[in-house]
T-cell receptor, first 112, second 113 residues
Framework: DGGITQSPKYLFRKEGQNVTLSCEQNLNHDAMYWYRQDPGQGLRLIYYSQIVNDFQKGDIAEGYSVSREKKESFPLTVTSAQKNPTAFYLC???????????FGSGTRLTVV | DQQVKQNSPSLSVQEGRISILNCDYT??????FLWYKKYPAEGPTFLIS?????DKNEDGRFTVFLNKSAKHLSLHIVPSQPGDSAVYFCAASASGGSYIPTFGRGTSLIVHP
């Protein structure tokens, strides 16, 4: 079955440590995205990528980094520079920019 | 500045009744609108969309209405079922949906048996 997989579902890290969230899709989608969800804040765009080896900052990119070395994979690193990293992170993909989003099931990151 | 606003954080409805979820937008360039449904600890799933050339789109129990002059859209669920209990996100895009959508903050719908 085609889909988008985020792992792990729950992640705990100590303050000051970098952590990488995985996102893999086998939908052959060109575009991939990372969103952050906080209570009462909706979905805020962190980074997106339209093609391999290219990515763009979203609305809240500070303290995050991404890579897109393969079409299927778009990992997100939450760095120690991110002031408030505890949140629910969602990865999505679409055939082209904007259309036909498929979301992963999310990763709950807790920094203690 | 929020370009897509869902002013009701939560809505409680009795099973069998109509649920009406509202969404307002400020950007006149938006011409494609989507509703997503999200259960806790899961990713959102696409529910229904509408283009600005229409004022209504229906899919089973779900109908979306668009009032372009008021920059307002609403999602009607009739009849509401307990399984509809979820967070509903309104999203808006430009250029026929080819731009990355902007999401509202969501409305949590609770349908009581």
């Amino acid at each position: 079955d085609g889909g988008i997989t985020q792992s792990p579902k729950y992640l705990f890290r100590k303050e000051g440590q970098n952590v990488t969230l995985s996102c893999e899709q086998n939908l052959n989608h060109d575009a991939m995205y990372w969103y952050r969800q906080d209570p009462g804040q909706g979905l805020r765009l962190i980074y997106y990528s339209q093609i391999v080896n290219d990515f763009q900052k979203g609305d809240i990119a500070e303290g995050y980094s991404v890579s897109r070395e393969k079409k299927e994979s778009f990992p997100l690193t939450v760095t120690s520079a991110q002031k408030n990293p505890t949140a629910f992170y969602l990865c999505a993909s679409s055939p082209g920019i904007g259309f036909g989003y498929t979301f992963g099931s999310g990763t709950r990151l807790t920094v203690v | 500045d929020q370009q897509v606003k869902q002013n009701s954080p939560s809505l409680s409805v009795q099973e069998g009744r109509i649920s009406i979820l509202n969404c307002d937008y400020t950007n006149s360039m938006f011409d494609y609108f989507l509703w997503y449904k999200k259960y806790p600890a899961e990713g959102p799933t696409f529910l229904i969309s509408i283009s600005s050339i229409k004022d209504k789109n229906e899919d089973g129990r779900f109908t979306v209405f668009l009032n372009k002059s008021a920059k307002h859209l609403s999602l009607h669920i009739v009849p509401s079922q307990p399984g509809d209990s979820a967070v509903y996100f309104c999203a808006a895009s430009a250029s026929g949906g080819s731009y990355i959508p902007t999401f509202g903050r969501g409305t949590s719908l609770i349908v009581h048996p």
